[in-house]
């Protein structure tokens, strides 16, 4: 919700703080948008319940919601602006825990800004920051690395021992990384940029006690919580998408839809 009270660089701070939170908590957040009329959610549901309960049905990653704010009356065909963004934006994506979304998040930017992601790159490492130093530093760093990272970092740091992982071929992750390893059967590969390299070293660091079948174990461990989180993921999507079939008046696809739910549950 927007009050209007706020300037636009205020906004722009506040958001990023914002970011940093979610990114480093281990909850997962959407946002709905609420119009000015409503001071508050409380409000909101009081007054208009039905308008409400499509707001948070309709709700948007942070991400999203921050690229829409931070993009508007920005004139991106002004040089000297841009080049400002993309320092600020980078600024941000130095400090993301998650390193998969981290790489997702340049991948938008480089998009919105028409900047080579190896640019981006270069400015963010320009920033005076160790980052690597900053994350060993954390105690509670290992409790927030995600399971897709964990699985991509043990991939990295022991790939002999997951090219024998046949369960892994069937794994679907949207990532420049996980396509790689993929491509080479999860075998050893020679670039995997700066965010691989990081992976690696910070799970190198954490599983540097466990010998070989220790290791094989923690990567099926996360196989199978990563597939749980997947087929989670997929059953709020449907259930979101059924919704939106039924208020259309579509019966036939809001059947077609719950008989893939209905499936997904059994699992």
């Known amino acids: 919700k927007d009050s209007g009270r706020r300037t636009k660089g205020d906004e722009d701070y506040t958001d990023k703080v914002a970011l940093e939170f979610f990114d480093k908590s281990d909850m997962e ?4 948008i609420l119009p000015n009329k409503f001071k508050d959610p409380d409000q909101a549901i009081r007054e208009d319940p039905k308008f409400f309960e499509e707001a948070v049905y309709n709700a948007i ?9 931070y993009f508007k009356g920005k004139d991106l065909n002004d040089i ?7 320092h600020q934006l980078m600024d941000y994506a130095q400090k993301m825990v998650n390193f998969i979304e981290r790489e ?4 938008k930017v480089s998009s919105k800004l028409d900047i080579s992601k190896e640019t981006l790159i270069e400015e963010m ?3 005076p920051q160790d980052f690597l130093s900053e994350v060993k530093e954390s105690e509670t760093h290992s409790e927030k690395i995600e399971t897709a990272d964990l699985l991509v970092g043990l991939i990295l740091a022991f790939p002999k021992i997951a090219a024998e992982i ?3 071929k069937n794994l679907k ?4 990384i996980w396509q790689k ?3 080479a059967d999860f075998r050893e590969i020679s670039e995997v940029g700066e965010v691989g390299e990081k992976l690696a070293v910070l799970v190198s660091d954490k599983y540097s006690d466990f010998g070989d079948a220790k290791i094989k174990t923690e990567i099926l461990k996360l196989i199978g919580k990563l597939n749980s989180e997947l087929v989670e993921i997929k059953k709020r999507e449907l259930k979101i998408a059924m919704q939106k079939a039924e208020e259309a008046g579509d019966e036939k696809k809001a059947a077609e839809l719950f008989e893939k739910y209905q499936k997904l549950l059994a699992k």
């Open 80 to 86: 000297h602006q841009k080049k400002k963004v993309a």
């Open 166 to 168: 046949s369960e892994l």
């Open 125 to 127: 490492d320009s920033i």
């Open 104 to 107: 997702d998040f340049i991948k």
């Open 173 to 176: 992750i949207e990532s420049e």
């Open 61 to 69: 990653p942070p991400l999203d919601f921050f690229f829409g704010r």
């Open 29 to 32: 957040v959407k946002i709905a």
């Open 181 to 183: 390893l993929k491509t």
